[in-house]
Structure formats: C-alpha cells, structure tokens
C-alpha cells in the first residue's frame, strides 16, 4: 500500500475476475472502501489463445489495434471495438458515481489498451507492459478528454521522453 498512500482515492472498482478483487481488497482495507465488482473492466478476451502460454499471438492482435484497425479479434476473442465499447460503458457507470478520484482494479492488457486509446500521446513505445499492483493514473472525464499522468514507474510529462519515479516499482502488500 506504501506505493499508494500519497494518492487520494474515494471510490474502488475491481474486475469480475477474482484476481483484482485479490488485489483489491488490501487497498479497500487500508482506506475503508468498499472494492465494487465492477462488469466490464475485465481482461480482453483472447478467444481460442485464452490459455496458451505463448502470449505473441495475442500481443499481436492487441498492438495492430489502432483507430483504422478496430474490427480486428483473435477467433472467438473480442476485436477491439467490442474490447473498447464494454470497458467505456464500464468507465460512464464510474463517472455517474460523482466521484473525483476512483481507482479501477482492472488488468494489464485491458489498462494498457483502454488508457492509450484514451491519450495516445502516450505513445506505444512508453506503454510499457505493468507488473502487477502498477496502476495508471489518468486525469479528466469521457466528456472532456483523459490525460495520463504516470504509467507504472514513468511520470508522464507534457512533452518529451518519460520520467523514471523514486518508489518501488511493487508493492507486496
């Protein structure tokens, strides 16, 4: 939690897989929140890849998304379009909570994808993949626009190349 304690947090939401609520439910704990099971913000689905080891195909499909390649999808897996319609239906469901600081306990890929989609200044190459318990930290609302802040141990400044933060890249808590 030591990686968290400087962040305001009013509101959680964990992923319907038990896993987030796992990781969850430590940082609900600590500040006496109730971690909501949220529908939605799930991983995306891999289809007929969902359980092999060798995770290239799926990354492939997943970095080849971009706004003139959004119907393309693993076979019986989501394109993303799909991927992308579910987890901004999720995030309005958030935003009708009034909420100022919320924190979503989703999944590696599925922050990766929804938050780069959101601010794509990011850029691929500083979307770096997140160890588990890292978190993204975006500011603003679907109305307006979001702008990501940090990206794992990265602040992400307004121009240039991102900056390496001092704290530990995990929290085993």
Same mark, same amino acid.
Not at 146 to 172: C, L, N
């Given at each position: 939690?030591?990686?968290?304690?400087?962040?305001?947090?009013?509101?959680?939401?964990?992923?319907?897989?038990?896993?987030?609520?796992?990781?969850?439910?430590? *940082?609900?704990?600590?500040?006496?929140?109730? =971690?909501? /099971?949220? &529908? %939605?913000? !799930?991983?995306?689905? #891999?289809? @007929?890849?969902?359980?092999?080891?060798?995770?290239?195909?799926?990354?492939?499909?997943?970095?080849?998304?971009?706004?003139?390649?959004?119907?393309?999808?693993?076979?019986?897996?989501?394109?993303?379009?799909?991927? *992308?319609?579910?987890?901004?239906?999720?995030? =309005?469901? /958030?935003? &009708? %909570?009034? !909420?100022?600081?919320? #924190?979503? @306990?989703?999944?590696?890929?599925?922050?990766?994808?929804?938050?780069?989609?959101?601010?794509?200044?990011?850029?691929?190459?500083?979307?770096?993949?997140?160890?588990?318990?890292?978190?993204?930290?975006?500011?603003?609302?679907?109305?307006?626009?979001?702008?990501?802040?940090?990206?794992?141990?990265?602040?992400?400044?307004?121009?240039?190349?991102?900056?390496?933060?001092?704290?530990?890249?995990?929290?085993?808590?």
């Amino acid at each position: 939690m030591a990686a968290l304690e400087h962040e305001q947090i009013d509101a959680l939401y964990a992923s319907t897989l038990t896993r987030a609520q796992q990781t969850a439910a430590p *940082l609900a704990a600590a500040r006496g929140l109730e =971690a909501v /099971v949220l &529908e %939605g913000i !799930h991983e995306i689905s #891999a289809g @007929v890849e969902e359980m092999n080891t060798d995770w290239r195909r799926y990354l492939e499909v997943l970095t080849s998304w971009a706004p003139d390649n959004l119907d393309v999808g693993l076979e019986g897996g989501e394109t993303a379009r799909e991927f *992308l319609t579910r987890f901004n239906a999720a995030v =309005a469901k /958030v935003e &009708e %909570g009034g !909420h100022d600081n919320v #924190a979503l @306990v989703s999944h590696g890929a599925a922050l990766r994808v929804w938050a780069i989609t959101q601010d794509p200044s990011v850029g691929m190459e500083n979307a770096q993949p997140l160890e588990n318990t890292q978190w993204i930290v975006l500011n603003g609302s679907t109305a307006e626009g979001w702008k990501a802040e940090r990206w794992g141990t990265f602040v992400v400044p307004v121009d240039g190349e991102p900056i390496a933060v001092e704290h530990r890249a995990t929290d085993p808590a």
